[in-house]
């Protein structure tokens, strides 16, 4: 059974005794898992049922809900293009395919050393400076296949 390292134990208990109940910290025990675990599966979803007193089907319906939650192991850098509307007026499609040929893997796919996962999300609610694109945590506007060529060249 998968389980928090006894410092994220803590803070979970420490964060959980500031809400009114355990089910307020779903989201945030969520992405702690996340972090910790690099993915979160079957196991993961009852730990955090358990911990958070959430039905699993319902920590299953969230977890799977957005896409900051990643249901399978990803590269040391998660790349999500945004494939909704504004981006793709603003030339998403493009830099999808530059993307693609560079890294030579289709969306959904990691490149072999396990360095680039490429994944399509839905709007990342940065349409006015679209197209878009996550990697891990921090948000690149404005995107070109320029941009991209120095975004992937930065990442060691
Ligand atoms: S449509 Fe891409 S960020 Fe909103």
């Not at 896409?67 to 249901?71: E, L, R």
């Given at each position: 059974m998968k389980k928090f390292s006894e410092e994220n134990e803590k803070r979970v208990q420490n964060l959980q005794s500031r809400?009114?109940?355990?089910?307020?910290s779903l989201l945030t025990v969520l992405h702690m898992a996340n972090d910790e675990f690099g993915h979160l599966d079957d196991e993961a979803y009852s730990y955090i049922s358990e911990l958070t007193g959430v039905p699993k089907s319902r920590v299953y319906s969230v977890a799977t809900f957005y896409?900051?939650?990643?249901?399978k192991p990803v590269g040391r850098y998660h790349l999500q293009l945004c494939k909704n509307i504004s981006c793709m007026l603003a030339g998403a499609d493009d830099i999808l395919k530059h993307i693609c040929g560079k890294l030579n893997i289709s969306p959904g796919e990691t490149t072999p050393d396990n360095k680039f996962t490429l994944t399509l999300v839905e709007c990342l609610g940065s349409c006015g400076s679209a197209p878009a694109m996550i990697i891990n945590k921090e948000y690149y506007e404005n995107l070109d296949n320029a941009k991209i060529d120095n975004i992937l060249s930065e990442l060691n």
């Open positions: 809400y009114p109940n355990k089910e307020a896409s900051m939650y990643d249901q």
